[in-house]
């Protein structure tokens, strides 16, 4: 009864698009809470305070992945389209190759819509995996690869996590300044992919 009155109580009229919040989603590779592992008693895991439940959560809990240690690209194309690479076998695994330019059912197209202007920021070259001609495929309005929003700090050839945080929210500014529409900005990350506890110079031999 009290969730009916409260449906009643919304307006169905359509919000205008300069009302509506930017949305920025940020895919960070490679994170999981290594305290779920079985591991030794002897065994010494850090505390992450990122994996610990936070006042201002709205959900949380385990969530089935794409992929896990590699082929990001698999969980940026499960998110577009919101179906899994699986479900097209071993063909599913290049999905930037093989599925992007035949999906017909893409967020953004739905995001578009609503009045919203759609962004990636990737952390590396647009060549790679196909990712620039992927990510029109998928619909997006705009896409930046490494190097295009700035000069990065590179960690083991990789972007810089924290300087992508930054980033997004100056590119958040400037692109929502220049087309006076809501943003949906996929900010994809590389940073965990590693190389971990090794000095550049040991990570570029190896």
Request: some cysteine.
């Amino acid at each position: 009864e009290e969730a009916r009155k409260n449906l009643d109580s919304v307006d169905p009229s359509p919000t205008p698009s300069s009302a509506r919040p930017h949305i920025l989603v940020w895919l960070n590779e490679s994170v999981f809470d290594p305290s779920i592992l079985p591991l030794h008693p002897s065994e010494k895991i850090p505390n992450f305070e990122m994996f610990k439940a936070q006042d201002q959560d709205l959900a949380r809990g385990l969530a089935r992945v794409s992929t896990w240690g590699g082929g990001t690209w698999v969980s940026e194309m499960a998110l577009v389209s919101g179906l899994s690479n699986e479900d097209f076998g071993p063909a599913g695994l290049y999905a930037p190759f093989t599925l992007a330019h035949r999906l017909t059912f893409k967020i953004t197209s739905d995001l578009k819509k609503a009045g919203y202007h759609t962004v990636v920021l990737y952390p590396v070259g647009k060549n790679f995996c196909n990712a620039e001609s992927s990510y029109f495929s998928y619909g997006f309005d705009e896409f930046y690869e490494q190097g295009s929003f700035g000069n990065p700090p590179l960690a083991h050839k990789t972007t810089d996590d924290l300087w992508m945080a930054q980033s997004a929210f100056l590119e958040l500014d400037r692109i929502s300044e220049k087309v006076k529409k809501p943003i949906f900005m996929f900010v994809v990350t590389m940073r965990n992919h590693g190389p971990h506890g090794a000095t550049e110079q040991n990570a570029t031999r190896a």
